[in-house]
């Protein structure tokens, strides 16, 4: 009887945010992908390192990576801003070389940061209450649904598609999410979010996240230049 009414299994939960959290979110992303038999992994990456680290944990599968970046930015850091979106100048070897594995890499705007949020962050549009109503399960989880969006509405995804998406608090990854995705115009009536397979067990409260206790990571590395692997 329990059987046909549906199936448990277990959910990661993260005793801290941040970037700490990368390798093991990809880890189990990577393998709930698989147990699933699906196709494809977006992930969220502002500079191409989490995307680095999920072309070497998906290395061997059949899995495809669809690569979300931020429109070349700047992003306020604990020694200074730090450069942002893989069109920028100072990532286009990195560009180049998840290129050349045939990753996908999808800039686009926001669906929860767009036009309307140039009015101010907490200016009360539609797009500012999708955008603080997700971050009561995380700023992970609604980058993760939104980068999933961004991808579907770029054509990387096809609408209806189920994948395991991936954000983060700040840098890196800490939040895995397996969905149905949607375009944009659609995102009220076909999107979904079917499964949690990892998360923080809290949100934050307080900007800049890298100040709080419950934020971890190493940020030295986002100030010095990336290395990419050797011989590919």
Not at 12 to 18: C, D, H, N, P, S
Not at 134 to 148: M, R
Not at 172 to 195: H, I, K, P, Q, W
């Amino acid at each position: 009887m329990g059987e046909e009414l549906g199936f448990g299994r277990e959910v990661f939960y993260y005793r801290f945010r941040g970037e700490e959290n990368t390798e093991k979110a990809l880890e189990l992303a990577r393998d709930r992908a698989l147990e699933l038999g699906i196709g494809r992994m977006v992930v969220a990456s502002e500079t191409g390192r989490s995307a680095l680290k999920a072309s070497e944990v998906l290395r061997g599968t059949d899995v495809k990576l669809v690569v979300v970046t931020h429109y070349p930015e700047r992003t306020h850091g604990p020694r200074g801003d730090i450069p942002i979106g893989l069109h920028r100048p100072e990532y286009r070897a990195v560009k180049e070389y998840l290129e050349r594995k045939g990753i996908v890499i999808v800039q686009g705007t926001r669906p929860f940061g767009g036009i309307a949020r140039s009015l101010g962050w907490n200016a009360p549009v539609p797009a500012t209450f999708i955008d603080k109503t997700l971050e009561l399960f995380g700023p992970g989880t609604k980058i993760a649904i939104e980068a999933a969006v961004m991808a579907t509405d770029a054509g990387a995804l096809e609408e209806g598609e189920e994948v395991v998406t991936l954000g983060g608090t700040y840098k890196g990854l800490d939040t895995a999410l397996v969905v149905r995705t949607s375009f944009s115009g659609n995102f009220f009536n076909r999107f979904e979010v079917l499964e949690i397979v990892a998360k923080p067990r809290r949100t934050w409260t307080r900007l800049p996240e890298y100040e709080q206790e419950g934020w971890r990571g190493d940020l030295e590395q986002y100030y010095r230049p990336i290395e990419l692997p050797e011989g590919e």
